[in-house]
Structure formats: C-alpha cells, structure tokens
C-alpha cells in the first residue's frame, strides 16, 4: 500500500546537537514533498518544501531537506538543534496533480536545554 | 490575524450528541480541508471542498457531514457520537485544490473528548 514512512518516533537529544529525522514514501509517479512542525500546542506549520528543481531544500529556522529520489527519501537535518525546536514533525507527501496530502505518523523531538 | 481559524478549542461531550465544529479562513483560498488526528498523532484526510463544491470524500462515517457555505468557511458536524471519534481535528485551506506550489495551512486544532 502507498504510505509515509517515519522511523524514530521518539527523539531525545541535547542543545547543540545535530538531528536527522527520515522519511520514506511509497507512491510512485511525480511527487511533492514537505516537512510541516507542530509546536507543543500550536496547529502545523509548513516548516520547508519540495515541488522540482534543487534536490537540497532549505527551510526556515536552519532546517533543510534532501530529495533522494531513487531512495524515496526525503530526510529532515538540522545540523545544531536549540530547546525551541522541541516539538512534533510531520512529513508529508502529495502526487503531482492530486490533492491529497499524505501524511507519515511523525517524530517527536524533545531537545534538552 | 489568524488565517485558519477553528472553533470551539475544546469539546468534551457525551456518547449519542451531535456536534459541530466551525472553520473559517481568510486567505482568499478556494480549497478547504478537514483532517483527523488520532492518539497516535497519524493524520488521515477527511474532506475537502473546493468553492463549495465536495471533491474528496474519503471513508468516513456519514455521521460525519461537512457544509461549506462559503469558500472561506468548511464547518464538520457530527451525529450520534461514538468513543472512536475521540481525535483532534484539523482544518486546512489551500489556493487551489491540487497541492503543486500550494500548501496547506493549518489551524490550531479541535480536540474533541467523547465520554
């Protein structure tokens, strides 16, 4: 069945340090990509996104991501994390010309001050 | 300014009740959407409207029935409430119904508590 695949539900780790959450997808055909943050709270928010072009995708707040298409991955990193990043992240994934958003069962991240 | 806005925030009721939930946006946007969120955090779409008009519809009970009376509002009623339904529910709005270059954003949230 076509899915989002998020690994590493639960992540713990210390202020300064790097993250890297994977995302794997399923769906054959031309696909959008995305990353969306929810904060402890608060509704999602896109935090970056892919449709073509540039494979290495950069966000806001210094995260970045990277299409690997014949990996059907689309990883999160962030190279030094801060407390304020503490939250849940959502990868999603839309085929081109559909408009449905799928959505992987996300990573909660908890950064340690 | 809030652009996608739910209410209520919060909405515990009984087994049997029908509820609403109301959602309004104003960002101009033609294509609204309603998505669950269980305990697991799995977010599923529900529905979506665009300019008033159902384009999706996928399995989901007809207790739920969503009416959009404008393109600025998409709001989800619920009959005969059942445990099950006990999930934050989400409403969304996009420029245009097909997601190219148009994401969607998000409200805050309904978290609904079935007892």
């Known amino acids: 069945a076509q899915s989002v695949s998020q690994h590493n539900h639960h992540v713990i780790l210390s202020e300064a340090a790097s993250l890297e959450l994977g995302c794997n997808y399923s769906y054959g055909g031309t696909v959008n990509l995305f990353w969306y943050v929810q904060y402890p709270g608060q509704h999602l928010q896109l935090l970056l996104k892919y449709f073509s072009g540039d494979p290495l995708v950069k966000g806001i707040k210094g995260f970045e991501a990277e299409f690997i298409k014949s990996k059907f991955s689309f990883n999160l990193r962030k190279p030094s994390v801060q407390w304020s990043d503490t939250a849940e992240y959502f990868c999603?994934?839309?085929?081109?010309?559909?408009?449905?958003?799928?959505f992987g069962k996300g990573n909660q991240v908890v950064v340690i001050p | 300014d809030t652009a996608v806005s739910q209410t209520p925030k919060y909405l515990v009721t009984q087994m049997g009740n029908d509820k609403s939930i109301k959602c309004e946006q104003n960002?101009?946007?033609?294509?609204m959407y309603w998505y669950k969120q269980d305990s697991k955090k799995f977010l599923k779409i529900m529905f979506s409207?665009?300019?008033?008009?159902?384009?999706i519809n996928e399995t989901v009970p007809n207790r739920f029935s969503p009416k959009s009376p404008d393109k600025a509002h998409l709001n989800l009623h619920i009959n005969s409430l059942e445990l099950g339904d006990s999930a934050v529910y989400f409403c969304a709005s996009s420029q245009v119904p097909v997601i190219d270059n148009s994401p969607l954003h998000f409200g805050n949230g309904t978290r609904l508590t079935v007892t």
């Open positions: 409207y665009n300019n008033k008009e159902l384009i």
């Open positions: 999603a994934v839309n085929v081109k010309g559909n408009n449905r958003l799928a």
């Open positions: 960002l101009g946007h033609d294509t």
